[in-house]
């Protein structure tokens, strides 16, 4: 348990003994709430504590009231409630503590603003309610949702914005696990701007409106913005077309660019910056295992055709890999390859974001502009989600298919297209016809072809080379030298049922070679959630340190799966009692399970209690 208590100097907080007492709290403003920001392994979550609101609880899973799939996060773990402008702090029995001042706390201790407890190894900071605080900083899913929005709107109005990808300052890199150092980024920026801590530590930047000398500007206000003594930080800059002109192009080229930063050169524009004869191209080959091969061989039949294509496949299986594949194998593939995420772009604006439109078309429309159909002219145009699309643009998209024609919102003439259409979607298109929902015409026009994209549950001989590419990429962007994986990490990897597929695998490597201290990815660098899935039930709070077993390369079923939790679940016990000397009172405390519990599954199991 020792090795899991973070006494490095980094929990230095002020914090005030219960109200009543001779050395109570000094008076001093009290804010009208508070947030408190959890920075784990995994990213950053947030909790908001109001006047008279009940405690919020923190644990591993529900019902806790804020869920961290960390497995260091106990169930429950600790219960934050905010009393008397100040944040009160009870530990519920954790495993692995509430730590407040280097002290685990086994009462109640109170927090003010600005103050730091543990939980484990996640850190939890306490933030006045504050428009700047707290606005600013967001979760992935707000990010990447204002990210598009603004990217639509550049797209209708021809304006600018710019990400950036941030790496911390050398004196920042000890608070680079918990990710906290990104709370300092806001002092350098402008209100309209967000951060998103994809990575403990790597943040994402989103510069509304922004053209590319304001975002030089702020790029290096962030670079330099440490402090004297705090060093500079690594800074990677994709403004919007210069770098690429979708939302993932733009966060990988930032990325990309952020790698390639050093002390000397600390601000690395995405756009002017040349690529090296050992970089990563973008947009590898498609890696095709031996359940795609009859796909691919059925694609490369069709790539030659000028009839439309529809794929489907859940969300991150690839889609527009395949997408691509057809474009370059077919006589196209010297033509632009648009692609389009139809569910992406507000449905007040997708028609002439599709289809384009004249000057004075619509308030703001002071020049006409070309939609993405004439972008793709003579070449391919990639259609993802068209599920989403509203029955209007349904019906002007079905008339485009059928004439080869397009009509700009507020023109009076059609003009001629010669675009081959490829469309892709997660949902379930026939459903959706019966319920009223998609047009059958449209339907049938966009499925001449259809191709189906099996899960990467389903691929499992594909994971290793993915692996192998995401490893090379992720060493790339990020500067770090990883040479391999662990063989239970491996195997852990091939086992996981994968529910965010190829993207959701890609995510795992980013996160593992980040946090990797050796040449190799061990099982305690992979993500959080991922390694939950490891764990046993009752497990909750069990050190990283403890190594699930080898895992079967296929997915165990029956009798098999239940070999695997018990060999699972007897190495977990065997780990906590040979940690406690073969105290089973210590043990069970550790593995969060009751102490008779413990003593059954020993007998159960077999297990010699070890020496002392």
């Not at 050398?170 to 918990?178: F, G, L, N, P, Y």
């Not at 947009?283 to 030659?304: M, Y």
């Not at 949902?427 to 049938?444: P, S, T, V, W």
């Not at 852990?492 to 980040?514: C, E, F, K, Q, T």
């Amino acid at each position: 348990m020792d090795d899991q208590r973070h006494d490095d100097g980094r929990n230095d907080t002020s914090t005030e003994k219960l109200p009543g007492g001779g050395d109570g709290p000094p008076a001093r403003p009290r804010p009208r709430g508070v947030s408190v920001l959890f920075f784990h392994r995994g990213g950053i979550e947030a909790m908001r504590l109001d006047p008279g609101q009940p405690g919020m609880v923190v644990g591993r899973r529900a019902p806790a009231d804020l869920c961290i799939p960390d497995p260091v996060i106990s169930q429950p773990h600790a219960r934050f409630t905010f009393l008397d402008g100040y944040v009160l702090v009870e530990d519920l029995d954790s495993t692995n503590g509430t730590w407040v001042n280097r002290e685990r706390i086994d009462g109640p201790a109170m927090l003010t603003p600005g103050g730091e407890a543990m939980l484990g190894n996640v850190s939890a900071h306490v933030v006045a309610l504050d428009p700047v605080a707290t606005s600013v900083l967001l979760g992935e899913v707000a990010f990447h949702r204002e990210l598009e929005v603004e990217l639509a709107r550049a797209q209708c109005l021809n304006r600018n914005f710019a990400i950036l990808a941030v790496r911390p300052s050398e004196a920042e890199i000890a608070r680079a696990r918990s990710g906290s150092w990104a709370m300092q980024l806001s002092a350098s920026l402008r209100a309209v701007d967000r951060v998103h801590l994809c990575r403990p530590d790597t943040a994402l930047i989103l510069l509304p409106e922004a053209s590319a000398a304001d975002a030089a500007r702020v790029a290096n206000a962030v670079a330099y913005g440490a402090g004297g003594q705090g060093g500079v930080r690594r800074v990677g800059l994709a403004v919007y077309k210069k770098a690429g002109s979708s939302a993932q192009k733009l966060v990988d080229r930032a990325r990309e660019a952020a790698g390639r930063a050093t002390l000397e050169r600390p601000v690395v524009d995405a756009s002017t910056s040349r690529r090296s004869e050992g970089d990563v191209d973008l947009f590898d080959a498609p890696i095709i295992g031996a359940s795609q091969r009859e796909l691919f061989s059925k694609a490369q039949r069709v790539a030659s055709a000028r009839v439309p294509v529809h794929i489907k496949g859940e969300t991150g299986v690839g889609k527009e890999v395949l997408a691509r594949f057809l474009h370059e194998r077919g006589p196209r593939s010297g033509k632009p390859f648009i692609a389009v995420n139809c569910g992406a772009i507000p449905s007040n604006i997708v028609e002439r974001e599709l289809f384009g439109h004249e000057k004075g078309a619509f308030t703001g429309a002071d020049q006409p502009k070309p939609g993405y159909f004439e972008a793709a002219h003579e070449g391919t145009l990639f259609l993802d989600e068209v599920g989403e699309l509203d029955p209007e643009v349904q019906k002007t998209l079905l008339r485009t298919l059928e004439t080869r024609s397009i009509c700009r919102v507020g023109a009076t003439q059609e003009t001629k297209i010669d675009v081959r259409v490829i469309s892709a979607t997660h949902r379930d298109l026939e459903a959706m016809i019966e319920g009223g929902q998609f047009r059958r015409d449209l339907y049938f026009r966009l499925n001449t072809i259809e191709l189906g994209m099996r899960p990467l549950r389903e691929r499992s001989d594909e994971i290793e080379a993915f692996v192998e590419r995401f490893l090379r990429r992720a060493n790339h962007e990020n500067g770090r030298s990883v040479r391999g994986i662990a063989p239970e990490a491996m195997a852990l990897l091939r086992a996981y049922s994968w529910p965010g597929n190829v993207r959701d695998l890609r995510n795992a490597i980013d996160h593992a070679v980040v946090l990797a201290e050796g040449d190799q990815i061990q099982l305690e660098d992979l993500p959080p959630s991922l390694l939950a899935k490891a764990l046993p039930a009752g497990a909750e709070g069990a050190p990283l340190a403890v190594p699930p077993p080898d895992l079967a390369e296929k997915p165990a079923t029956g009798r098999k799966l239940r070999s695997e939790r018990d060999r699972t679940e007897a190495q977990l016990i065997k780990a906590a009692l040979q940690e406690t000397g073969g105290n089973v009172t210590k043990a069970a405390e550790q593995l969060g399970i009751p102490r008779g519990t413990l003593r059954h599954k020993i007998k159960v199991f077999g297990i010699k209690l070890p020496t002392r």
